[in-house]
């Protein structure tokens, strides 16, 4: 079986510098599984590694989707498999690094079996969206499948829609489809390193990246992306583009729309470290804690 390293955690948590620094001393290779990263022109609100560390060592599955268009998880496991089969070819090591906790889930056991998208559903969720709000949708996909609501942000249209979608064509709550699934097979062999950071020091890291978004263009970013794409854009819906995006369309000042960014922020990084939390195969070790990664790296892969 095909041995890959997954380093995970929270946003701002250091997971790029820490894959590029691991990765350098193993001849590996980086995937993101970001579900943000993956689009085109999305870059100062995604936090997509520098030039430098791009440079550094090579990196899959960043700017491999149109904004445009949808990506969905299916898609994600069909790139990221052929980069792991190419990455091993030249005798390289796979490193997946992100904190897209389903992406990696459906990477290690496979995809769970759902409906294929519905055009006429959709149509009829967005039409609602339109005249009640996305909140009145997570309501009532509260009360339909309370655990799939749990762990969708009342803001997370693309997921909100997509588990309406689900219940409509199929009469089956989205979570009980992943329980029959129930994820029991195993595509590689990982070594899952998680980065563990304190509360106060994730919070702090995640501010000061909010801030420095900000100096580096988030606002002209957006305003150049909406121009381009407009609102209904599905990277527009991830945290962080919401915010700025309302700012773009006068509905709040700056000041408010980065407060709202950072709170919005530590609450995904809640929800985060609830998924991976519940993982028992992942290794936690302090962020800083190179050499014991290195270690736990170096005897996975022997």
């Known amino acids: 079986m095909k041995k890959i390293i997954i380093i995970c955690g929270p946003t701002a948590s250091g997971k790029t510098r820490v894959g590029v620094e691991i990765a350098k001393r193993f001849r590996g290779e980086i995937i993101s599984a970001d579900s943000q990263q993956v689009w085109r022109g999305f870059d100062v609100?995604?936090?997509?590694?520098?030039?430098?560390?791009?440079?550094?060592?090579?990196?899959?599955?960043?700017?491999?989707?149109?904004?445009?268009?949808?990506?969905d998880a299916a898609q994600f496991v069909s790139l990221a498999d052929r980069?792991?089969?190419?990455?091993?070819?030249?005798?390289?090591?796979?490193?997946?690094?992100?904190?897209t906790g389903m992406y990696l889930r459906m990477l290690m056991h496979g995809i769970c079996e759902a409906p294929p998208r519905d055009e006429d559903v959709r149509a009829e969720l967005e039409a609602e969206i339109a005249s009640?709000?996305?909140?009145?949708?997570?309501?009532?996909?509260?009360?339909?499948?309370?655990?799939?609501?749990?762990?969708?942000?009342?803001?997370?249209?693309?997921?909100?829609v997509r588990a309406l979608e689900i219940h409509a064509l199929t009469g089956e709550a989205p979570s009980a489809l992943r329980s029959a699934h129930g994820f029991a097979e195993r595509r590689y062999e990982a070594l899952k390193i998680g980065l563990d950071l304190t509360r106060d020091e994730l919070y702090r890291r995640i501010n000061a990246r909010v801030d420095d978004m900000i100096a580096r263009g988030l606002v002209a970013e957006v305003r150049l992306l909406l121009e381009?794409?407009?609102?209904?854009?599905?990277?527009?819906?991830?945290?962080?583009?919401k915010e700025i995006l309302s700012h773009a369309g006068g509905k709040i000042d700056l000041a408010h729309a980065v407060e709202l960014m950072k709170q919005s922020t530590r609450r995904f990084a809640k929800r985060q470290l609830t998924w991976f939390r519940a993982d028992q195969e992942i290794r936690w070790f302090e962020a800083a804690d190179i050499a014991g990664i290195v270690q736990a790296v170096k005897d996975f892969i022997v």
């Open 228 to 241: 381009k794409y407009g609102p209904g854009s599905p990277p527009f819906s991830a945290v962080g583009y």
């Open 45 to 71: 609100g995604t936090a997509k590694p520098t030039r430098e560390e791009r440079a550094a060592i090579p990196h899959h599955l960043i700017d491999v989707a149109d904004p445009s268009e949808r990506f």
């Open 83 to 99: 980069a792991i089969s190419e990455i091993i070819s030249r005798n390289g090591t796979p490193f997946v690094v992100g904190g």
């Open 132 to 160: 009640v709000g996305l909140p009145a949708l997570h309501a009532r996909l509260s009360e339909i499948d309370p655990a799939s609501a749990s762990r969708v942000s009342p803001n997370d249209r693309t997921r909100i």
